[in-house]
């Protein structure tokens, strides 16, 4: 019976986590993130708050073009996406938007490229749930006379039928970087 009563606790607070992302990052900080996750505990109307720390690195890719071309590119292809700047720091070459909210798809590419946010009745979250994410590109320098260009890409989501505040931590499936990295790509090419 103890063991019972202990699953049903188990299942019952995880079922009751919110997550509150981290600000907007201004730029690329790749690494650990804190987010403070809020678990509600049910029946006693309780409530305890718990760090989590999200691992999320920048995917990058070496392109063939100057740091200029790269960061002109660059600020076309998210204009392509229609992903709208919430942040541009031209000095450090680096620009995103932290707080982006879409549903189903950003530009071409589907949600369910882009981000794993778990799933129910055999259809993933990323497809039905309303989605933030934040996404930071940056152009550096590269050793042999190219630029190399990172995004990074977190989200979270929220079911879009519940208007409730329980938010769920996405993880980046690496679509939007690769997606980001092609096209500046093809336009460098001139194709």
């Known amino acids: 019976m103890r063991t019972l009563l202990l699953i049903g606790c188990v299942l019952g607070v995880s079922a009751c986590a919110t997550t509150s992302p981290s600000s907007g990052s201004g730029g690329l900080t790749p690494g650990s993130r804190v987010s403070t996750q809020t678990i509600n505990t049910g029946a006693g109307g309780g409530t305890m708050g718990m760090n989590m720390v999200n691992d999320a690195n920048a995917v990058g890719a070496v392109v063939n073009g100057s740091v200029d071309a790269t960061w002109s590119a660059l600020q076309s292809v998210y204009a392509s996406l229609e992903i709208p700047l919430t942040f541009r720091e031209d000095a450090k070459k680096s620009l995103g938007n932290s707080a982006f909210r879409t549903r189903r798809r950003v530009g071409s590419v589907p949600m369910i490229r882009v981000v794993d946010c778990g799933g129910e009745s055999g259809m993933p979250n990323a497809e039905t749930y309303d989605v933030t994410l934040d996404i930071a590109s ?4 590269d050793s042999e006379g190219k630029s190399r260009l ?3 890409v977190q989200g979270s989501a929220r079911r879009a039928s519940s208007g409730g505040t329980n938010d769920m931590r996405c993880n980046s499936l690496g679509g939007l970087e690769k997606k980001i990295s092609d096209m500046v790509s093809a336009i ?3 194709k």
């Open 150 to 152: 990172e995004t990074l």
């Open 188 to 190: 460098l090419a001139g």
């Open 138 to 141: 940056q152009v550096q320098p």
